[in-house]
Every structure is written in C-alpha cells, then in structure tokens.
C-alpha cells in the first residue's frame, strides 16, 4: 500500500511539474512581444447555438471535415475538439473579408507544426448544415497551419456534440 501510495506522489508531483514548465513556456524568451492566446468569451455578444441538429459525416481519413457557412461564405473545415478557437488560415481569412497582411498578429499558439505567431478576429456566424454559432471568437494563424479548424470557440456554444462511428452530431 505504502508502494502506490509512493507512485502516486511521485505521479502527482510530475504532473504539477509539467503544468508549471507548460505555463512558463507561455512567457518564453524570444517571443516577449507576444502573449499567448486567450480567447475570452464576450457575454454581451455571446449566445447559444441556433437551427437544427447537423451531422458532419467522418471522412475516409478517420477524421470529421464539415463544409461550412463562414460569414456566408463556404469554408472547408476539420473538427479539431483539441482546438481553443476556430483557427483560420492566412489564405481562409482573406477570402472571407480579411486582410492578413493588415492584422494584429499579438498572439502566441502551439499548432500541430509547433509555435505560431495569430490574430485574434470576430466572425459574424459559422453555421454547418444548419446548426448556426453568431459572434464567434476565431484566430487567424499567421503560418503553418494547413487547414482551418472548427474548434471550441463554436463546438462549446452548441447544447451537445456527439461522435458515432460514422458522423459526429451537432446539437444547437
């Protein structure tokens, strides 16, 4: 008993350890102009989902890719449930309105390609297959991300997301 209790410890200790040199790295060198990104919800402009259920059927690489409305304009898109916000590429951004040349690229972020420097945007609405988020708090990613991503900024505004073997389900 003593033995797991010993394991524990040293587990627990571990932990707190990786989660201090995680914070601390937020405030690295190299990069002190940048903070790291937080998106911080608006509650004045912030609401729950509206429509109806929508599914976004997985695709043949295991992975969920819904084609949506983005400020009305078709965005193609992967479900990243790891990801903070909606994150746009440069190229997404620009064709919806933005100039990426113009933004203010303040924000830090860890992307599957390590650090990348982001601007934080507001988009009007994303709506897939009619379950529609309005105010939505995205980040445009300066480089290396391949593919935009439909994060928590608008899968958290929905009542319930759910995946099934074959589809994930939007709930607004």
Known sequence: MLKFAIIGLVGALAAAASAKAVLTYGHAEGGADLRPAQVVADDASTGPASGSAAQVSKGPDGHYWAEAAVNG?????????????????????????FDPKGLDYSYRVSTAN????????????????????ENVDALVIDKGLQTSLLGMTYLGRLSQFEATPTALILRP
Do not use: F
């Open 73 to 97: 304009h078709a965005v193609h898109l992967l479900v990243d449930t790891g990801a903070t916000a909606v994150a746009l590429t440069a190229e997404d951004a620009k064709r919806l309105g």
């Open 114 to 133: 390590g650090q990348a420097r982001a601007a934080r945007i507001k988009l009007a609405s994303i709506s897939v297959a009619g379950a529609e988020v």
